[in-house]
């Protein structure tokens, strides 16, 4: 019952990426201030998300081709997951717009909103999924509707957001994030990316080998 | 002329309206600290973040040890259908 060792990597470096985001000195960038740390938490929780919906989009289209409802369980898991991870970008969004921009939520800044409008579509992933009993026949409307929800995801969360005006780096009139991130943040940016997605396929293995178990004494009862 | 689908609102380059500034001097805490114990001290001393680390660790931690006790129950739950099935087969 011991767990792999690939997962105490992930424990260690995560608590190192904490641990060593909060202590490391950065630099005094005006506004943000000691809030850049958020850098090491706000933006890998979406590039996470971004590999979660990427990674149900691949079972998807694999159940599509070949319908084994483990292709469904595991595209079901990667969204879940991503979706976990996608809500906590928001949050930990909103928490750094209160304090760089003086407000939790503004309508004026489209990537805020069209993230929001992404998590929506995700949320209507799951509710579609309840409105079906017949498993295959959920399976397979699910996973068409997730080849169109996760084609949405770059429109609404990169595409479009860059074309208009915006508060964040990298939009119209903005400075790119290449631009204007100090190379102090960036030793611990990607350290916390790689735990982040390192903690995220921890998370889908759990899950998705918990629904497995759930699957084979459900089919063990009948 | 060049027309923006969505105007920027006036209220949002609310630059100078930060909480950093506004609450790191009226903590609380801060009062008095010259008498604490030097662990007080430290903690509190580098504005603060040695509290935001420890309040960080402490969830962190806590969400390890319930994701690790749930992967070790999932592991426990294969290990008996994985026995159940072998004894099915002799």
Redesign the interface.
């Known amino acids: ?1 011991r ?1 792999k060792p690939w ?1 105490y990597i992930v ?1 260690f470096w ?2 190192a990426v ?2 060593i985001g ?2 490391t000195p950065i630099p005094d960038i005006p ?1 943000l ?3 850049a740390r958020n850098l090491f938490l706000h933006v890998p929780m979406w590039l996470t998300m971004s590999v979660c919906f990427a990674a149900g989009l691949y079972y998807s289209i694999r159940y599509l081709n070949n319908p084994i409802m483990k292709f469904d369980r595991k595209a079901e898991t990667a969204t879940q997951i991503g979706l976990i991870f996608g809500i906590c970008g928001l949050l930990t969004g909103s928490l750094w717009a ?6 939790w939520w ?5 990537r805020m909103n069209l993230s929001a409008l992404g998590m929506m579509i995700y949320v209507a992933y799951f509710v579609l999924r309840t409105a079906f009993n017949n498993p295959e026949k959920r399976a397979k409307i699910a996973a068409v509707f997730n080849v169109f929800a996760a084609t949405t995801i770059p429109f609404l969360l990169y595409i479009i957001p860059r074309q ?2 915006s ?1 964040h780096p990298g939009a119209d009139g903005n400075p790119a994030f290449s631009e204007i991130t100090a190379p102090e943040l960036r030793y611990i940016f990607y350290p916390a990316v790689i735990g982040f997605i390192g903690l995220a396929v ?2 889908n ?2 899950l998705n ?2 629904k497995t ?1 759930k699957h ?2 459900d089919q ?1 009862r009948a | 002329m060049k027309i923006f689908p969505i105007q920027a609102q006036e209220d949002t380059v609310a630059a100078v309206d930060t909480l950093t500034e506004q609450y790191s001097q009226k903590w609380d805490g801060a009062a008095g600290l010259d008498q604490a114990s030097p662990l007080i001290q430290t903690a509190a001393s580098y504005d603060l973040i040695f509290i935001v680390l420890g309040v960080s660790l402490i969830i962190w931690f806590v969400l390890l040890f319930f994701i690790i006790r749930v992967d070790k129950k999932v592991s426990k739950l294969e290990e008996e259908i994985e026995k159940s099935n072998v004894e099915d087969t002799l």
């Open positions: 019952m767990l997962k424990a995560m608590s904490i641990s909060f202590l506004i201030k000691e809030s209160r304090f760089t921009w003086g407000t503004t309508f004026a800044e489209p208009l005006p508060l921890w998370l293995d759990i080998r918990y178990v084979l004494t063990q």
